[in-house]
């Protein structure tokens, strides 16, 4: 089935504790991005990636660290994280080829910093 | 840059009434525009995008869209709801040229029996 996973679904932390949330699809997809979801807010946009090795920034950087080694995976990291870092956090891919932009998303990781 | 409005934060409809979700944007170029359903504790799926050609496009679970760009409108309409529509819905546009997707800051449905 195509699909993109994310783990874990849930997490509680505690601030300043290092984290991985972890991304991967099974699609080929070249394109990836992470999201956070606020109430209010809508989702923006954290870091992209366009293939392996090419990241950049997107609306909401600070405080995140992202790397794409393969082309599967796309792993946010949370060096030091903060309480106004709990969120709901997306992952999603995009093919280059086919219909354009259309995104794919994960299921969601739900995030609290106490 | 781009930016997208969703006018209602909530919507509260009938069962089987008929149901509109607006949605505006602003960008200097040309775009793509989305819209995505959100169901309780899942990511969002596409519904239907506008890429070019024919104003009105249809999407999954019979909504429709149609894009007005005179008014830079793209509000999402169904003719009948159904509970199962309960969800939160996006709207979302993109660049044509190059991948930047803004997303509005939904609008949630409550389909009321």
């Known amino acids: 089935e195509a699909q993109v996973t994310q783990n874990p679904r849930y997490l509680i932390t505690v601030t300043g504790k290092k984290l991985t949330v972890t991304c991967s699809q099974n699609m080929n997809h070249e394109y990836m991005s992470w999201y956070r979801q606020d109430p209010g807010l809508g989702l923006r946009q954290i870091y992209y990636s366009m293939n392996v090795e090419v990241t950049d920034k997107g609306d909401v950087p600070e405080g995140y660290k992202v790397s794409r080694k393969e082309k599967r995976n796309f792993p946010l990291i949370l060096e030091s994280p903060s309480p106004n870092q709990t969120s709901l956090y997306f992952c999603?891919?995009?093919?280059?080829?086919?219909?354009?932009?259309?995104?794919?998303f994960g299921p969601g990781t739900r995030l609290t910093v106490t | 840059a781009q930016s997208v409005t969703q006018l209602d934060s909530q919507v509260p409809v009938f069962e089987e009434a008929p149901v509109e979700l607006r949605c505006n944007y602003s960008?200097?170029?040309?775009?793509?525009l989305f819209w995505y359903v959100q169901y309780p504790n899942q990511g969002l799926q596409l519904l239907l995008k506008?890429?070019?050609?024919?104003?009105l496009v249809k999407g999954i679970n019979g909504f429709e869209a149609e894009f007005n760009k005179s008014q830079t409108s793209f509000h999402l309409r169904k003719p009948s709801v159904h509970i199962s529509d309960t969800a939160e819905y996006f709207c979302a546009v993109s660049p044509v040229s190059y991948q930047k997707v803004t997303f509005g800051i939904g609008t949630k449905l409550q389909v009321i029996p």
């Open positions: 506008y890429l070019s050609g024919s104003t």
């Open positions: 999603a891919s995009t093919p280059r080829t086919g219909d354009p932009y259309e995104q794919y």
């Open positions: 960008s200097s170029v040309s775009v793509y």
